[in-house]
């Protein structure tokens, strides 16, 4: 069954700290992970997107970083800041077919 | 930048009522979708449509219609609403091609349905 498991389910950090989101999937075959920001009543938006070849990838203070073999991704944010607050869902594509989501990371960055 | 835009942010409905959620793209994307998200159980996918008056069904379409009579509008069509219905409903758009954007699907804002 293709699936995809986020943790932590949620975290709690203070501001200027690092922390570390994880992404676990079974989906197969596999064409392309991506992680999505949804802050509070908004739509998700697009963080960093990884392709098979692809080890590490970042984006300002989001670094991604994916290893195909053990089908695992992590997100890590440097420095947080209180704007960092939001859900992280990392999505999963198949070749040729469907995206499958993760539920998601709520992280809650306080002052 | 792409903008997907939904007709409510907020909606009330009464049980039974027959619901239209609305949504537009302004990219000429040829994929859209329709996604409903609760608590703990993530985006779960209700219809999408790659063309004009196509449409496939989702992993959850019992109780939805759809319909895609121009290519930047897609609706989504509770015929009789129920409170299990309530929910954040969340539309998207994407190329169909995978070019360099690698199916990457653009968000509305959300409409969040409460039925009671």
């Known amino acids: 069954k293709n699936q995809v498991e986020q943790s932590p389910q949620s975290l709690i950090i203070l501001e200027g700290k690092n922390c570390t989101l994880q992404?676990?999937?079974?989906?197969?075959?596999?064409?392309?992970l991506r992680w999505y920001k949804q802050d509070t009543g908004r739509g998700p938006v697009s963080l960093t997107i990884?392709?098979?070849?692809?080890n590490t990838k970042s984006n300002g203070r989001y670094t991604a970083t994916l290893d195909a073999d053990t089908k695992q991704s992590s997100l890590h944010i440097t420095a947080s800041q209180l704007s960092d607050s939001a859900s992280y869902i990392c999505?999963?594509?198949?070749?040729?077919?469907?995206?499958?989501f993760g539920d998601g990371t709520t992280l809650t960055v306080k002052p | 930048d792409v903008k997907v835009t939904q007709s409510s942010r907020y909606l009330v409905k009464r049980t039974g009522e027959k619901v239209f959620l609305e949504c537009v793209q302004d990219?000429?994307?040829?994929?859209m979708f329709w996604y409903r998200q609760d608590p703990g159980l993530g985006l779960r996918l209700i219809y999408f449509?790659?063309?004009?008056?196509?449409?496939e069904k989702g992993d959850i379409p019992e109780g939805y219609s759809v319909s895609r009579e121009k290519k930047e509008r897609f609706s989504l069509i509770l015929e009789s609403a129920s409170t299990n219905q309530t929910s954040m409903y969340l539309c998207?758009?994407?190329?169909?091609?995978?070019?360099?954007?690698?199916?990457?699907?653009?968000f509305g804002p959300g409409t969040r349905l409460t039925v009671l």
């Open positions: 998207a758009s994407s190329l169909r091609v995978p070019s360099k954007s690698y199916n990457e699907q653009f």
């Open positions: 992404c676990n999937y079974t989906v197969s075959p596999f064409s392309n």
């Open positions: 990884m392709t098979f070849s692809e």
């Open positions: 999505v999963v594509k198949r070749n040729a077919g469907k995206s499958t």
């Open positions: 990219m000429d994307h040829e994929n």
């Open positions: 449509s790659y063309d004009v008056k196509m449409k």
